[in-house]
């Protein structure tokens, strides 16, 4: 079983930045795909980053350019950082992992609000 808790979020003018991190725990995760998803409101989910083990990386195109994904395996964490931010980048962002025999882990959630 893994456990992830985001952090990081909150409430950010346009063309800011805020970094988002999702610390796992309960299994090494070194091994596994890492990415992020948001959800905005009343709109359904939406892949947003992927990063893998090898280290290769890849964006949705609504936020390339301006955002990155990282990881530091040493502890178990998946970064977002996230530069430029836009009124439609509000969303709750999710960290997922892609473990063993198809189990797939989330995190709780964590607020991101761009305003205007």
């Known amino acids: 079983q893994v456990q992830l808790v985001e952090s990081g979020g909150g409430l950010v003018q346009a063309g800011g930045s805020l970094r988002l991190s999702c610390a796992a725990s309960?299994?090494?995760?070194?091994?596994?795909?890492m990415a992020w998803y948001r959800q905005a409101p009343g709109k359904e989910y939406k892949f947003v980053a992927r990063i893998w083990s090898s280290g290769i990386t890849y964006y949705a195109e609504s936020v390339k350019g301006r955002s990155t994904i990282s990881r530091d395996n040493a502890k178990s964490t998946v970064y977002l950082q996230m530069n430029n931010l836009k009124p439609e980048d509000t969303a709750i962002y999710y960290c997922q992992i892609e473990g063993d025999s198809g189990n797939v882990y989330w995190g709780q959630g964590i607020q991101v609000t761009v305003s205007s």
């Open positions: 309960g299994r090494t995760v070194s091994t596994y795909p």
